[in-house]
């Protein structure tokens, strides 16, 4: 009998902590959901719109249809990759080159393709996680395949898979349609990954996930990016996979981390990872964003709840830098109507607004969009604003078998 009893009570107690700890979570998470911006002064910002040749490629698939991220270098230059080719575009000119790399070399989908020098082009590979230089015949001069990393996860499962794996397996996912970032000084790239089942784990708030590979020692430098905001305090939910994610910026000393689903921005040092400060980056008056929802809705596939999730949720692009004019931009995707929530895909049939930041991060300016033009994956920023792939015209280039991804404009922000 009082074994019994000590039992009852030991499940009560897990109970009751259970409960604290959501409890917890939750007032945590409160900050970070309901939020509300104030616009500064600032100079009057206008969008205008100058028309290109249009970029119409069947290799530029919708990028959702595949995993590949396209670049523009130096405002001039876009670069995609399928297959084994990586294609360079003159945005001016239209002038279309080729760079073939000899099959054997590509094992699986190229994700993400940088140009670091005039000659020099890295691609990143999806499992195996392959980092390759080639140049601009296609000759690969550089090739590694990342090796295991030592993240910092508390939850009881990772650490006993962890010590079964041997140092030369992987233990990541990378994050496709993310981009990389290449510190030419000391020859480092920064790419995004998440843990192994990432999404479905709890006790992951310290979990790097941004890995800095240095490219001489052919070795995990360090990691950085530990969960901030809503994520942190996500407990064991989640916000549907593709909200999870984090995009980044990197500046020198500062990474600027962000997520979709986060009206925040957090400021981190590029070094330590260490958090130097938060700051809202949201419209004046952003919709709330919901409470994450229990894993098993994406175990069971239930993917009706994920798609009432998502239309219900507001969410962000990824911060952008504009040099020539020292500002910062964001795309802002409004939570659907319940009239529009299953009209198209999350993504689709959502007020969009441009938010614009100045050097400190501080709301300057709100331009309504038309998301008939400015859709989620379809635009690349520039040193002055972006290059887009108008939704609009863009319909005009589908035809029956598939779906064209055809660049045809750039916006450029003018100070009026």
């Not at 080159?97 to 691609?123: A, C, G, W």
């Not at 508390?154 to 397996?169: E, H, I, P, R, Y």
């Not at 921005?265 to 980056?281: M, P, R």
Request: a negative charge; glycine letters at 4%; one cysteine or more.
């Amino acid at each position: 009998m009082a074994r019994k009893s000590k039992y009852t009570f030991q499940i009560l107690f897990l109970l009751v902590f259970w409960a604290c700890s959501e409890e917890s979570n939750l007032s945590n998470r409160d900050p970070y959901t309901i939020v509300s911006n104030k616009m500064q002064k600032g100079p009057k910002i206008i969008l205008t719109r100058s028309a290109i040749a249009p970029i119409v490629d069947d290799s530029l698939n919708h990028r959702f249809n595949r995993l590949s991220l396209d670049y523009l270098w130096q405002d001039s230059l876009l670069f995609y990759a399928n297959q084994n080719k990586i294609h360079q575009v003159n945005i001016q000119s239209g002038e279309h080159e080729v760079i073939e790399i000899p099959d054997y070399e590509v094992r699986n989908t190229i994700i993400s393709t940088l140009p670091i020098s005039k000659d020099s082009i890295l691609t990143l590979q999806l499992m195996p996680p392959i980092l390759m230089i080639n140049d601009s015949r296609g000759n690969v001069f550089y090739k590694k395949t990342l090796p295991f990393f030592d993240f910092d996860v508390d939850n009881l499962w990772w650490k006993t898979m962890n010590m079964a794996l041997d140092a030369g397996s992987f233990n990541y996912n990378l994050q496709p349609l993310r981009p990389l970032y290449f510190d030419r000084s000391k020859k480092q790239v920064f790419i995004p990954f998440l843990p192994v089942d990432y999404i479905l784990l709890d006790q992951v708030e310290n979990s790097e996930t941004i890995g800095v590979f240095d490219l001489e020692n052919q070795d995990w430098d360090y990691g950085l990016g530990a969960a901030q905001g809503l994520i942190k305090y996500r407990g064991d939910q989640n916000y549907t996979k593709i909200f999870d994610q984090n995009y980044f910026l990197v500046q020198g000393d500062t990474t600027f981390l962000s997520y979709p689903i986060s009206h925040h921005v957090f400021l981190l040092n590029s070094k330590t990872g260490e958090l130097i400060d938060e700051v809202i980056a949201s419209p004046q008056d952003p919709d709330p964003i919901p409470a994450p929802i229990r894993k098993d809705v994406l175990t069971s596939s239930d993917f009706v709840k994920m798609e009432e999730w998502r239309a219900g949720s507001p969410f962000y692009g990824d911060l952008a830098f504009h040099e020539d004019l020292g500002m910062y931009s964001r795309v802002y995707f409004h939570k659907k109507s319940q009239i529009d929530g299953f009209k198209g895909a999350y993504w689709e049939n959502r007020e969009t607004t441009l938010l614009i930041f100045d050097k400190n991060l501080k709301l300057i300016q709100e331009i309504e969009l038309d998301p008939e033009i400015f859709q989620l994956w379809r635009y690349l920023p520039t040193s002055d604003g972006f290059l887009v792939s108008e939704m609009n015209l863009q319909k005009e280039l589908e035809n029956s078998d598939e779906i064209r991804l055809g660049y045809t404009a750039k916006y450029r922000l003018e100070v009026e």
